[in-house]
């Protein structure tokens, strides 16, 4: 990370949290800035200033567009030229050197690689610039004036590293006027132990099963490639979720409410349905700023196809420079399309299992493209799956005894029943109680969370690199 964890936790985590707490309220996005930064600079401090660029560049367009609001075509060039330059900033950073490589091999040229460090989060604060700039120029939100405000909520550390991606309309009363409770102290801190429970006990573990699987290269029976590839499955959810919960609960301790960014998103009963759930934000920023201005479904078949085919092929790019990005896209793009078409309606006559069951196997599938940064790999990954080295190996009975517990642990973590559990308990009891029987589970759950951060050398975070 980019504190090492028990530094964050330890150190800078309370710091911050005291600091902010006796600031006064008109120095507080000061104080969340100064530590916002101080944050990303720890572990990228050159591009610290690329963010303070971004930041200025937004500002700036901002106020240029809202002096010429009444001047219909500056008003739409000050928004291109925003939009032009946030992207050419993220398109050098993140795909120079995949554009390079490709060059390489198709044309046998020997162009050398920029080997540019990716800064991390830029995917996430250069589209939450860009939702901002965007609904300047609809007039949806207001012109921010004051630049600490601004970039303050651009360099947000709880949830700038990998979301939620946090529009400016969701918080843009928050930037100027928000208080903390006991409550929300309390049930944000809650949220918080909940995401780092599920980042270092669960997905932490589970990824280390599917890292020794996936360094087979493939070369794998049937139930060993599966089992690897429901661990995948299980850490990407519990790492990327449990990350947004911890951002969730932190926004919450500071006075923000953060949108939520996963609703159990493996009890879907279609691809449609999943896509609801998984990455909020995110589905949300693409609908609201690329496929609905394309026009959405108002203009017919072929052009909505068009318009899901940019958006998903956009959608997988967008998480990373590699060729397995671009097909993860391109694979739900054609699913999505296929429910739009037909599917959706045979699937409401079927029972609901039958369709749970569609979309686990279908989304198990999506992961396993996903998760093969190696594009060579990956074909004999997914022949593995379906039997091309046969139903059953040596391996198969070591991994199930291993790891059984595990995955089960897992299986019923990423479902509501935990939650209807907690709630069932507490329910029942007095006010007083009713937080303790939530305290105490959170407190072992923190302290447990610590004992394995500091002696398990396997902590790595998948979203960094988005």
Request: aromatic share 14%; with cysteine.
């Given at each position: 990370m980019v504190f090492s964890s028990t530094i964050f936790l330890c150190i800078f985590?309370?710091?911050?949290?005291?600091?902010?707490?006796?600031?006064?309220?008109?120095?507080?996005?000061?104080?969340?800035?100064?530590?916002?930064l101080v944050f990303y600079a720890w572990g990228e401090p050159k591009y610290v200033l690329l963010m303070m660029l971004s930041i200025t560049i937004n500002y700036v367009f901002g106020l240029l567009m809202e002096k010429n609001r009444q001047n219909t075509r500056r008003l739409k060039l000050m928004l291109v030229l925003s939009v032009v330059i946030d992207l050419a900033l993220l398109c050098f950073f993140k795909y120079t050197d995949f554009v390079i490589s490709n060059i390489n091999a198709a044309f046998d040229?020997?162009?050398?690689?920029?080997?540019l460090a990716l800064p991390i989060g830029i995917s996430f604060y250069t589209f939450q610039a860009m939702s901002y700039t965007i609904d300047v120029y609809r007039g949806d939100v207001k012109v921010q004036r004051n630049i600490i405000d601004f970039g303050m909520y651009i360099s947000m550390f709880p949830q700038l590293i990998a979301g939620p991606i946090v529009r400016y309309a969701d918080v843009e009363g928050q930037l100027r006027e928000r208080s903390v409770t006991m409550q929300d102290l309390?049930?944000?801190?809650?949220?918080?132990?909940?995401?780092?429970?599920?980042?270092?006990?669960?997905?932490?573990?589970?990824?280390?099963?599917?890292?020794?699987?996936?360094?087979?290269?493939?070369?794998?029976?049937?139930l060993t490639a599966w089992i690897g590839a429901v661990a995948f499955t299980f850490q990407i959810y519990f790492d990327f979720s449990g990350y947004s919960d911890m951002a969730i609960g932190l926004g919450r301790m500071f006075?923000?409410?953060f949108p939520e960014n996963f609703r159990y998103p493996y009890q879907s009963v279609s691809i449609t349905d999943?896509?609801?759930?998984?990455?909020?934000?995110?589905?949300?920023?693409?609908?609201?700023?690329?496929?609905?201005?394309?026009?959405?479904?108002?203009?017919g078949l072929a052009r909505q196809a068009l318009n899901l085919f940019i958006v998903w092929t956009l959608t997988g790019f967008w998480h990373g420079a590699g060729w397995n990005f671009i097909l993860w896209g391109l694979y739900y793009f054609v699913i999505l399309l296929l429910e739009k078409l037909f599917m959706l309606k045979a699937l409401d006559k079927a029972p609901k299992l039958l369709r749970h069951i569609y979309s686990l196997l279908l989304i198990v599938i999506g992961w396993v493209i996903f998760?093969?940064?190696?594009?060579?790999?990956?074909?004999?990954?997914?022949?593995?799956?379906?039997?091309?080295?046969?139903?059953?190996?040596?391996?198969?009975?070591?991994?199930?005894?291993?790891?059984?517990?595990?995955?089960?642990?897992?299986?019923?973590?990423s479902t509501e029943l935990p939650k209807k559990l907690m709630a069932s308990c507490t329910g029942s009891l007095s006010e007083k109680p009713a937080f303790a029987v939530k305290a105490v589970p959170a407190l072992l759950l923190l302290g447990l969370s610590m004992v394995f951060l500091i002696g398990d050398s396997y902590n790595p975070f998948l979203y960094f690199r988005f």
């Open positions: 985590l309370p710091i911050v949290l005291l600091g902010y707490y006796i600031c006064p309220k008109k120095g507080r996005n000061l104080f969340l800035l100064i530590a916002s040229t020997g162009f050398d690689l920029l080997k309390s049930e944000g801190a809650m949220r918080f132990i909940v995401g780092l429970g599920k980042k270092v006990l669960l997905a932490n573990q589970i990824g280390a099963l599917w890292s020794e699987i996936y360094a087979l290269g493939g070369h794998s029976s049937a006075g923000f409410k999943f896509w609801r759930r998984w990455h909020i934000t995110l589905s949300t920023w693409f609908r609201e700023y690329l496929y609905i201005p394309l026009g959405g479904n108002r203009r998760a093969c940064d190696d594009i060579t790999v990956l074909l004999p990954y997914l022949g593995s799956m379906f039997g091309a080295n046969g139903a059953l190996g040596g391996m198969d009975l070591y991994w199930l005894t291993t790891k059984a517990v595990l995955l089960v642990i897992c299986a019923i973590a």
